[in-house]
């Protein structure tokens, strides 16, 4: 049975996911150009075959159902697109946007190499306008080796079943055109200072200068002019970013031919004591418990890609309805729509770096599980001691940390998940906390902890938990936990069910989840644990752990009875 989402049942091949896709940086000038693409597979060192194009909708991964293809990019094999447009050219320069392509990609238009880009989660661009004409062909060549190469690939496996999903290769997420005058603002770095009643902006560009203007529900509350790449903004009786109150500030900047639109939140994140002497997570310098989902941000029909801006809302909006505050973005970055959702409806996040390397099951699964400990340098079992895979991983870092750092939700960062490609952990974490010192730092989740980063971070789901003395020196948190399994007929493709506890009555596991957060969670508040997060936001594929369904048609529990059960962790944590 194909399964679909309400939103893959009625998309619109012919302009699928026309939103834009760079909130904090918008200008008028875009073109979308999802759609109807041509596509064929070639071996690497072939040109395509002007006979065998075949139709594929972008930007949705080759094999997924909404890209209307059932074929896999194999290693040794090239993936080919091509895209037939017409353009307006301008006096502007005209720039070539994807947010993601996976692996490897060159691309071409109108018979010229344009640049390439390597790693599969992070947006580029190229400045085309000495190439693009009224009538265009745009090519994309595409190499992945998923899990068999040097580069992240997340949940992704050639070989998939139990936890490990099917592929995506190719272009995933939006393929865009915009405009830019000389004078434009390139880039923009936002940081926060809610301690100091003050913004700091740091641009990139060619523009003689810059005026800013703050607005507040349409007031103005600050205006500025620079003719510098950097600028502070003080900002009088602040109103702070949280959780119940999700408060955004408009930005407006404008050079002498450029003017674009960005948001921020005044927030800090921060490890501070509560009345008890345990050390919690701080949202504003006030502790907070938070409580959150796994998310995977896998659907049936579109893979890695959500089949409609809707459907992104609707998800979060459940959550937030469940009473979560939090989402761990597990293993995979999303596109920075998603991010957006989370500023605006106080969805805090904590953000993994996608693992590569080699994984071994006994390694870094069963020995960790059993409490046998490693140590993360030079550590074939964790399957990253290749230099050249090492330089790849801060390769992509570097992307990833550049792309989200304005992000206002994103409160810590995931360098390593379960030991997967883990190394030198405790060099990385100090690495990322000289890039961004604003957010923490989950240095090794799950096992592997080489006492480094922000956080104890454990993973339990077979064995009570135990939670350290009061005075530690890095905050408690459950990272994962639950798993609980239940297949809803006719919402599954599921051949065969995975899970950590599985449940034929959907009565039965509501019972049982409600159990385990008030034995395992609520317990444990008072004695040092400071936010939990359950595994996991929806089913995927083989795992049907999830609180939705993989159609996100259904919720498996009761909404009303997990938000009261959240409502009873938040009251827990001494103010």
């Given at each position: 049975?194909?399964?679909?989402?309400?939103?893959?049942?009625?998309?619109?091949?012919?302009a699928?996911?026309?939103?834009?896709?760079r909130?904090?940086l918008?200008?008028?000038?875009y073109t979308?150009?999802?759609?109807?693409?041509?596509?064929?597979?070639?071996?690497q060192?072939?040109?395509?075959?002007p006979a065998?194009?075949?139709?594929?909708i972008?930007?949705?991964?080759?094999?997924?159902?909404?890209s209307?293809?059932?074929e896999?990019l194999?290693?040794g094999?090239?993936?080919w697109y091509?895209?037939q447009?017409?353009?307006?050219?301008?006096?502007?320069?005209?720039?070539?946007?994807?947010?993601a392509?996976?692996?490897?990609?060159?691309?071409?238009?109108?018979?010229?190499?344009?640049?390439?880009h390597?790693?599969?989660?992070?947006?580029?661009?190229?400045?085309?306008?000495?190439?693009?004409?009224?009538?265009?062909s745009?090519?994309?060549?595409?190499?992945?080796?998923?899990?068999?190469g040097d580069y992240?690939y997340g949940?992704?496996?050639?070989?998939?079943?139990?936890?490990w999903?099917?592929?995506?290769?190719?272009?995933?997420?939006?393929?865009?055109?915009?405009?830019?005058?000389?004078?434009a603002?390139?880039d923009l770095?936002?940081?926060?200072?809610l301690n100091?009643?003050r913004?700091?902006?740091?641009?990139a560009g060619n523009?003689e200068q810059a005026?800013f203007?703050?607005?507040?529900?349409?007031?103005?509350?600050h205006?500025?002019?620079?003719?510098d790449?950097?600028?502070?903004?003080?900002?009088?009786?602040?109103?702070p970013?949280?959780v119940e109150d999700?408060?955004l500030?408009?930005v407006?900047i404008?050079?002498e031919d450029?003017?674009?639109?960005s948001?921020?939140?005044?927030?800090?994140?921060?490890?501070?004591?509560?009345?008890?002497?345990?050390?919690?997570f701080c949202?504003?310098n006030?502790?907070l418990?938070?409580s959150?989902l796994?998310?995977?941000g896998?659907t049936?029909?579109?893979?890695?890609?959500?089949?409609?801006?809707?459907?992104?809302i609707?998800?979060?909006?459940?959550?937030?309805?469940m009473?979560f505050?939090?989402?761990?973005?597990?293993?995979?970055?999303?596109?920075?729509?998603?991010y957006?959702?989370?500023?605006?409806?106080?969805?805090?996040?904590?953000?993994?770096?996608?693992n590569?390397?080699?994984?071994?099951y006994?390694w870094?699964?069963?020995m960790?599980?059993?409490?046998?400990m490693?140590?993360?340098?030079?550590?074939?079992?964790?399957?990253?001691?290749?230099?050249?895979?090492?330089?790849?991983?801060?390769e992509?870092?570097?992307g990833?940390?550049?792309?989200l750092?304005?992000?206002?939700s994103?409160?810590?960062?995931?360098?390593?998940?379960e030991?997967?490609?883990?190394?030198d952990?405790?060099?990385?974490?100090?690495?990322?906390?000289?890039?961004?010192?604003?957010?923490l730092?989950?240095?090794?989740?799950?096992?592997?902890?080489q006492?480094?980063?922000?956080?104890?971070?454990?993973h339990?789901?077979?064995?009570p938990?135990?939670?350290?003395?009061?005075?530690?020196?890095?905050?408690y948190?459950?990272?994962?936990?639950?798993g609980?399994?239940?297949?809803?007929?006719?919402?599954?493709?599921?051949?065969?069910l995975?899970?950590?506890?599985?449940?034929?009555e959907?009565?039965?596991?509501?019972?049982?989840i409600?159990?385990?957060?008030?034995?395992?969670i609520?317990r444990?508040?008072?004695?040092?644990l400071s936010?939990?997060?359950?595994?996991?936001?929806?089913?995927?594929e083989?795992?049907?752990?999830?609180?939705?369904?993989?159609d996100?048609k259904?919720?498996?529990?009761?909404?009303?009875?997990?938000?009261?059960?959240?409502?009873?962790?938040?009251?827990?944590i001494?103010?």
């Amino acid at each position: 049975m194909a399964l679909f989402t309400e939103w893959g049942e009625k998309l619109d091949r012919k302009a699928p996911l026309q939103e834009y896709p760079r909130m904090q940086l918008q200008r008028d000038s875009y073109t979308n150009l999802n759609g109807v693409w041509e596509y064929q597979i070639t071996e690497q060192n072939e040109d395509p075959d002007p006979a065998q194009w075949k139709k594929i909708i972008v930007p949705f991964a080759l094999g997924s159902k909404l890209s209307g293809t059932d074929e896999q990019l194999l290693p040794g094999k090239a993936l080919w697109y091509r895209k037939q447009f017409a353009y307006k050219p301008s006096y502007l320069h005209t720039w070539l946007n994807f947010e993601a392509v996976d692996q490897y990609c060159t691309i071409y238009m109108n018979g010229i190499e344009v640049g390439s880009h390597a790693g599969g989660y992070t947006p580029f661009g190229f400045d085309i306008s000495s190439m693009i004409k009224y009538q265009n062909s745009l090519m994309v060549r595409c190499i992945d080796d998923s899990d068999q190469g040097d580069y992240a690939y997340g949940k992704q496996k050639l070989e998939h079943s139990g936890m490990w999903y099917t592929p995506s290769s190719g272009i995933w997420q939006t393929v865009w055109l915009e405009d830019l005058s000389d004078g434009a603002v390139q880039d923009l770095k936002i940081t926060p200072d809610l301690n100091h009643s003050r913004v700091i902006f740091d641009l990139a560009g060619n523009f003689e200068q810059a005026q800013f203007i703050i607005s507040e529900n349409g007031r103005i509350v600050h205006r500025g002019i620079t003719t510098d790449l950097h600028y502070e903004a003080q900002i009088d009786h602040v109103h702070p970013w949280t959780v119940e109150d999700p408060f955004l500030y408009d930005v407006y900047i404008q050079t002498e031919d450029d003017v674009v639109k960005s948001y921020f939140g005044m927030r800090s994140f921060s490890a501070g004591h509560d009345q008890d002497g345990i050390l919690r997570f701080c949202l504003n310098n006030k502790p907070l418990f938070f409580s959150g989902l796994l998310d995977q941000g896998y659907t049936p029909d579109g893979l890695m890609t959500f089949p409609a801006d809707e459907a992104m809302i609707h998800e979060l909006t459940k959550i937030r309805e469940m009473g979560f505050n939090m989402l761990r973005k597990h293993v995979k970055v999303e596109s920075r729509r998603w991010y957006y959702h989370c500023d605006r409806m106080g969805i805090l996040v904590m953000q993994d770096i996608p693992n590569g390397g080699t994984y071994d099951y006994k390694w870094q699964s069963v020995m960790p599980t059993i409490g046998f400990m490693q140590d993360d340098h030079d550590n074939p079992k964790l399957g990253r001691t290749d230099e050249r895979k090492q330089k790849v991983y801060y390769e992509e870092l570097d992307g990833i940390l550049d792309t989200l750092y304005n992000c206002v939700s994103l409160f810590a960062w995931c360098p390593f998940n379960e030991g997967w490609g883990q190394f030198d952990s405790a060099e990385v974490t100090e690495y990322i906390r000289k890039y961004d010192s604003t957010r923490l730092i989950d240095s090794a989740s799950g096992w592997f902890d080489q006492g480094a980063g922000d956080f104890k971070s454990v993973h339990e789901y077979f064995v009570p938990l135990r939670v350290r003395p009061k005075n530690g020196n890095r905050i408690y948190i459950l990272s994962e936990f639950g798993g609980y399994s239940y297949i809803e007929k006719g919402h599954s493709e599921a051949q065969e069910l995975y899970g950590y506890r599985k449940f034929t009555e959907k009565l039965e596991l509501d019972a049982a989840i409600n159990r385990l957060y008030d034995r395992l969670i609520y317990r444990k508040i008072r004695k040092g644990l400071s936010g939990c997060i359950y595994t996991q936001v929806s089913d995927v594929e083989d795992e049907c752990n999830g609180l939705f369904t993989a159609d996100r048609k259904m919720i498996k529990i009761d909404e009303k009875k997990m938000r009261r059960m959240n409502e009873r962790l938040y009251r827990r944590i001494w103010k």
